[in-house]
């Protein structure tokens, strides 16, 4: 019985592993961690950067996996948040960049003046889009 759990443990970490190595990719050839690196200038950082995708991920894994309960405060969970959603901006704007959505929309639509606007509303009406979605959805769970 105990070669059952052994071999659903490795199959499972292998997967986890092929998942995330995919994920992984992605971020990377969409360009987000670049970008981040280029417009911050820290390129001397590299190492750090791909250490912090890293074990991101592989904390990600572990606490979606065991679901630990850690008895933090409100300000821990505000900050997981607000990171959670800047990673998440930072990869949906970076992937509309990569597939040409922007100008290829404000050529259609005509718009030469105020991008940066339209940019900062669309990002506001996400965020207060999901501020609305978390606080009246997420308490019927």
Avoid at 1 to 11: A, D, R, S, T, V
């Amino acid at each position: 019985m105990w070669i059952k759990q052994i071999f659903l443990g490795f199959l499972g970490l292998a997967s986890g592993t092929a998942v995330s190595a995919g994920v992984f990719s992605f971020i990377i050839s969409v360009g987000v961690v670049p970008r981040i690196i280029g417009k911050s200038r820290t390129a001397a950082d590299i190492m750090a950067y791909e250490n912090a995708v890293l074990l991101g991920g592989a904390f990600g894994n572990i606490l979606s996996l065991f679901s630990p309960g850690f008895p933090v405060g409100i300000w821990v969970v505000i900050l997981f948040g607000l990171s959670a959603g800047i990673f998440t901006g930072c990869l949906s704007v970076a992937l509309a960049e990569i597939l040409n959505t922007f100008p290829i929309m404000f050529r259609r639509f005509g718009i030469k003046e105020g991008l940066s606007w339209i940019m900062v509303f669309m990002a506001l009406g996400k965020m207060m889009g999901a501020f609305y979605f978390y606080a009246n959805h997420m308490q019927k769970m």
